[in-house]
């Protein structure tokens, strides 16, 4: 049987983590270009997180979720820890590069899971879907998307809720992906 | 999805906070009650839709070769450290977690790791004599306390013993250390908490511009360490050499806040 690189990392296959990075470290580098506040603090966090991923690594569970979205998961939880404990995400970039990244179209590219998130988003209506991109994508705070949109906060906090919601069902009736686990 | 209680809104509410914004300590605690409430819910279901939506509208960004460096050091030193070899000392068995890095730092430059070579692991006594009478220009100085050059406050482990030997010509030399306590670890995991750091001042870049010359990590409680040392970066006339303790893989910059030994040429 062939394993995952995390599974051989795991394991202690000593060319996995080099692979792993030159996989992932591209993915990771942009989630922590994106949501840092600036290259130096994207640096530390990628670190961090690749560490969070070494630890991790044995927990991974290729019927739960991908290995990229295992990976994005653990960045994700790092990198909002980070900005939390920092207390100086806001403001570090304008509104406008949001509304600039809000109109990328989707990359879909990354796999059946990545897909299956684009097709959920794109049945959301387009205020909805403008929403979870601000907070997702762009990592913006509720009262900046509050502040960006004119949204009340409830509508805000609402439209992020359900559309998570509907990602996770479209997530989690694919039938390989049915179980729980977690990263 | 839960138990014999409906599951509650307020629980899809702070899962999906926690998605995308955190919570707070509060929040986690509410967090918490209501998922020991309800036992069958996947905690991690909404984090995994918000990573999902990620990947599908982000774009990858090049890894910088450097950044890949320095998670392959980190990696070197956290993984499989069954499989990984013992590095040389002389009195007691040292293991950092089998792998000897030399890393080199210049301000915004390289760290790298250091493999090895012909004084690379399993580097003795011996080793270092044989290298000084082989380098004419071959330099030595001895360890002191890294007081705080401000405050003249003592360093986290002071009483640190050995010297430095260094052959600007070599571009190399070895540290010898006695004294210096076991690296720490975390109790839960096992893995590495903090790692020592070298750094070299070169006389003629000034104090500014330190250079990172080794990585280590110390598992023996008592002995002599004897570790290589060889910089990425050319020295041209080493000046100061100090330890400080840094996170695991090191830093690139260190604001020098835990200091151990230090040693001057010529001092």
């Given at each position: 049987?062939?394993?995952?690189?995390?599974?051989?990392?795991?394991?202690?296959?000593?060319?996995?983590?080099a692979?792993?990075?030159?996989?992932?470290?591209g993915?990771?580098?942009?989630?922590?270009r994106?949501?840092?506040?600036?290259?130096?603090?994207a640096?530390?966090?990628?670190?961090?997180?690749?560490?969070?991923v070494?630890?991790?690594?044995?927990?991974?569970d290729?019927?739960?979720?991908?290995e990229?979205t295992?990976i994005?998961?653990?960045?994700r939880?790092?990198?909002?820890?980070?900005?939390?404990?920092a207390?100086?995400?806001?403001?570090?970039?304008?509104?406008e590069?949001?509304?600039a990244?809000?109109?990328?179209?989707p990359?879909?590219?990354?796999?059946?899971?990545?897909?299956?998130a684009?097709?959920?988003?794109?049945?959301?209506?387009?205020?909805?879907q403008?929403?979870i991109?601000?907070?997702?994508?762009?990592?913006?705070?509720?009262?900046?998307?509050?502040?960006a949109?004119?949204?009340?906060?409830?509508?805000?906090?609402?439209h992020?809720?359900r559309?998570?919601?509907?990602?996770?069902d479209s997530?989690?009736?694919?039938?390989?992906?049915?179980?729980?686990?977690?990263? | 999805m839960s138990?014999?209680d409906?599951?509650?809104?307020?629980?899809?509410?702070?899962?999906?906070?926690?998605?995308?914004e955190?919570?707070?300590?509060?929040?986690?605690?509410?967090?918490?009650?209501?998922?020991?409430?309800?036992?069958?819910?996947d905690?991690?279901?909404?984090?995994?839709?918000a990573?999902a939506?990620?990947?599908?509208?982000?774009?990858?960004?090049?890894?910088?070769?450097?950044?890949?460096?320095r998670?392959l050091?980190?990696?070197?030193?956290r993984?499989?450290?069954?499989?990984?070899?013992?590095?040389?000392?002389?009195g007691?068995r040292?293991?950092?977690?089998?792998?000897?890095?030399?890393?080199?730092?210049?301000?915004?430059?390289?760290?790298?790791w250091w493999?090895?070579?012909?004084?690379g692991?399993?580097?003795?006594?011996?080793?270092?004599e044989?290298?000084?009478?082989?380098?004419?220009?071959t330099?030595?100085?001895a360890?002191?306390?890294?007081?705080?050059?401000?405050?003249?406050a003592?360093?986290?482990?002071?009483?640190?013993?050995?010297?430095?030997?260094?052959?600007?010509?070599?571009q190399?030399?070895f540290m010898?250390?006695?004294?210096?306590?076991?690296?720490?670890?975390?109790?839960g995991s096992?893995?590495?908490?903090?790692?020592y750091?070298?750094?070299i001042?070169?006389?003629?870049?000034?104090?500014?511009?330190?250079?990172?010359?080794?990585?280590?990590a110390?598992d023996?409680a008592?002995?002599?360490?004897?570790?290589p040392?060889e910089?990425?970066?050319?020295?041209?006339?080493?000046?100061?050499?100090?330890?400080t303790?840094e996170?695991?893989?090191g830093?690139?910059?260190?604001?020098?806040?835990?200091?151990?030994?230090?040693?001057?040429?010529?001092?």
């Amino acid at each position: 049987m062939t394993s995952s690189i995390l599974q051989r990392v795991a394991l202690g296959d000593p060319g996995a983590p080099a692979e792993c990075i030159d996989r992932y470290g591209g993915l990771v580098w942009s989630l922590a270009r994106r949501l840092s506040p600036g290259p130096a603090d994207a640096e530390d966090a990628t670190q961090e997180i690749f560490l969070d991923v070494w630890r991790s690594a044995a927990r991974f569970d290729p019927a739960v979720a991908s290995e990229a979205t295992f990976i994005a998961t653990i960045a994700r939880r790092r990198l909002i820890d980070r900005r939390r404990s920092a207390q100086r995400h806001q403001g570090t970039r304008p509104i406008e590069d949001h509304a600039a990244i809000a109109n990328d179209p989707p990359a879909v590219e990354r796999g059946e899971e990545a897909a299956a998130a684009a097709r959920a988003l794109a049945q959301l209506p387009p205020e909805q879907q403008r929403v979870i991109q601000l907070s997702i994508h762009a990592g913006l705070s509720h009262e900046q998307i509050v502040r960006a949109t004119g949204l009340p906060l409830g509508t805000v906090k609402t439209h992020i809720r359900r559309g998570l919601m509907r990602v996770r069902d479209s997530l989690s009736s694919r039938p390989s992906l049915a179980a729980g686990g977690r990263p | 999805m839960s138990g014999a209680d409906p599951r509650p809104d307020r629980l899809d509410d702070l899962l999906a906070a926690r998605a995308v914004e955190g919570l707070s300590p509060a929040e986690r605690d509410e967090l918490a009650a209501l998922l020991a409430a309800h036992p069958g819910t996947d905690a991690d279901e909404l984090d995994r839709a918000a990573a999902a939506i990620d990947l599908a509208l982000a774009k990858d960004e090049a890894l910088p070769a450097l950044l890949r460096e320095r998670l392959l050091a980190d990696a070197r030193l956290r993984i499989a450290p069954a499989q990984q070899t013992s590095a040389g000392r002389s009195g007691a068995r040292f293991a950092l977690a089998g792998w000897l890095a030399a890393a080199a730092c210049l301000l915004l430059a390289a760290i790298a790791w250091w493999p090895g070579g012909p004084a690379g692991r399993g580097a003795t006594g011996a080793d270092v004599e044989a290298f000084a009478r082989a380098h004419a220009d071959t330099v030595r100085a001895a360890w002191g306390d890294f007081n705080d050059l401000a405050t003249g406050a003592p360093p986290e482990f002071p009483g640190v013993k050995g010297e430095v030997v260094w052959s600007d010509s070599a571009q190399r030399g070895f540290m010898r250390l006695t004294g210096l306590p076991a690296s720490a670890r975390d109790p839960g995991s096992g893995e590495l908490a903090d790692v020592y750091q070298l750094w070299i001042v070169d006389g003629t870049r000034g104090l500014g511009q330190r250079i990172s010359g080794a990585i280590f990590a110390n598992d023996a409680a008592s002995g002599e360490l004897i570790i290589p040392i060889e910089p990425r970066l050319r020295v041209n006339a080493a000046a100061v050499f100090a330890v400080t303790v840094e996170r695991p893989g090191g830093v690139w910059v260190s604001d020098m806040s835990r200091r151990v030994c230090l040693a001057a040429v010529g001092g």
